[in-house]
């Protein structure tokens, strides 16, 4: 009965978590500026990963014998490091941007 | 009733990768590639372990945390590169 019960908790999260990775790469592929695209990604680490790590945990729990923790850590680093990496990724396409505007023209007439 | 479930979790995940792959391909700044390159192996590692899950084998956690530390080094250097010109100053 548990083990029934915790089949079938295992098998929505890996469905829930893969549907994530899914609809966010397709937000990746299909959104049209640089900023909108960012969005998109970070459903596929929190809700994907996330979900996917539980699912494993869960298993692993049940079926082997044993608490297995060890996919906190994957999740805890994770967690840790989207935000950084994706904050680096905005700071470098702003300082882009800043860098390619020009100034206006002078007016040799004023 | 897992392993068919793993098996089509594996098929979106592939779906996913080929959606990064597009990214990757034609993205029109440097900056989407490189975010594709990130979320190509965030998809990698839930690959991964929905593949361990798949296989009953415990040894795919290990990949997936050295896949997980290396790609974030490999973002923050490329966004370092993409902001100096050089990635240690």
Redesign the interface.
């Given at each position: 009965m548990l083990v029934t019960i915790a089949?079938?908790l295992?098998?929505a999260l890996?469905?829930v978590?893969?549907?994530f990775?899914?609809v966010?790469?397709?937000g990746?592929?299909k959104l049209g500026d640089?900023y909108l695209?960012?969005h998109?990604?970070a459903k596929?680490?929190t809700m994907?990963?996330g979900s996917?790590?539980v699912?494993?945990s869960l298993?692993?729990t049940v079926?082997?014998e044993g608490i297995?923790v060890?996919?906190v850590?994957?999740a805890a680093?994770?967690f840790m490091?989207?935000p950084?990496?994706v904050h680096?990724?905005v700071?470098?396409?702003l300082?882009?941007e800043h860098d390619r505007k020009r100034m206006p023209p002078s007016r040799p007439d004023a | 009733?897992?392993e068919i479930?793993?098996n089509?979790?594996?098929t979106?995940?592939a779906?996913?990768?080929v959606?990064?792959l597009?990214?990757l391909l034609r993205g029109p700044?440097i900056?989407?590639r490189?975010?594709?390159l990130?979320?190509l192996y965030?998809?990698a590692?839930?690959t991964l372990?929905?593949l361990?899950?798949r296989l009953?084998n415990?040894v795919f956690?290990e990949t997936?945390?050295i896949i997980?530390?290396l790609g974030?080094v490999g973002?923050?250097v490329l966004?370092?590169y993409?902001?100096r010109g050089d990635i240690i100053d």
């Open positions: 089949e079938v295992i098998a890996l469905l978590g893969s549907g990775a899914l966010g790469s397709y990746l592929a640089f695209r960012l998109g990604p596929a680490t994907g990963v996917a790590l699912a494993s298993y692993f079926f082997d297995s060890h996919e850590l994957v680093f994770l490091s989207a950084v990496s680096m990724l700071k470098a396409v300082k882009n | 009733m897992i479930t793993a089509i979790a594996l979106l995940l779906l996913a990768m959606l990064c597009i990214r700044d900056a989407d490189i975010l594709a990130d979320t965030i998809n590692l839930a372990i929905v361990g899950i009953q415990s956690f997936a945390l997980g530390m974030f973002t923050v966004s370092k993409l902001i």
